[in-house]
């Protein structure tokens, strides 16, 4: 039985990849960090990331020691650096995540 090779992306449009990537990483969820010194900050993320990735995001683009950093959500509970949003069971499409620097 012969392999058959999946088209290339430019072969089936960028969308269509686009598409299953996110179906693939658990859709986008635009997180709201709150607790920053310079305010409320937006990003879409995936539910597939972690605490850990967005924690070196947050030091990336805010300039906030990584190792700082405590996130939090619904109310004070932690979100540990492997889990992802998805085990944390952060769904939807919109999800406010708190910040502590230490």
Same mark, same amino acid.
């Given at each position: 039985?012969? =392999? @058959?090779l999946? $088209?290339?992306?430019?072969?089936?449009? +960028?969308?269509?990849?686009e598409?299953?990537? &996110? %179906?693939?990483?658990?859709? $986008? +969820?635009? %997180?709201? =960090? @709150?607790?920053? /010194? *310079?305010?409320?900050?937006?990003?879409?993320?995936?539910?597939?990331?972690?605490?850990?990735?967005?924690?070196?995001m947050? &030091?990336?683009?805010?300039? +906030?020691? =990584? $190792?700082? +950093?405590?996130?939090? =959500? *619904?109310?004070?509970k932690?979100?540990?650096?492997?889990? /992802?949003?998805? *085990?944390?069971?952060?769904?939807?499409?919109?999800?406010? #995540? *708190?910040?502590? #620097?230490?």
């Amino acid at each position: 039985e012969m =392999f @058959k090779l999946e $088209k290339l992306p430019s072969e089936r449009g +960028i969308e269509d990849f686009e598409r299953e990537n &996110e %179906i693939a990483e658990g859709g $986008k +969820i635009k %997180i709201t =960090f @709150k607790g920053l /010194s *310079d305010g409320e900050y937006q990003k879409d993320v995936a539910s597939s990331q972690t605490a850990q990735e967005l924690k070196a995001m947050l &030091e990336a683009d805010k300039g +906030i020691d =990584f $190792k700082s +950093i405590t996130l939090t =959500f *619904d109310g004070g509970k932690a979100m540990a650096d492997p889990l /992802s949003l998805s *085990d944390l069971g952060i769904s939807g499409t919109e999800a406010t #995540v *708190d910040v502590q #620097v230490s």
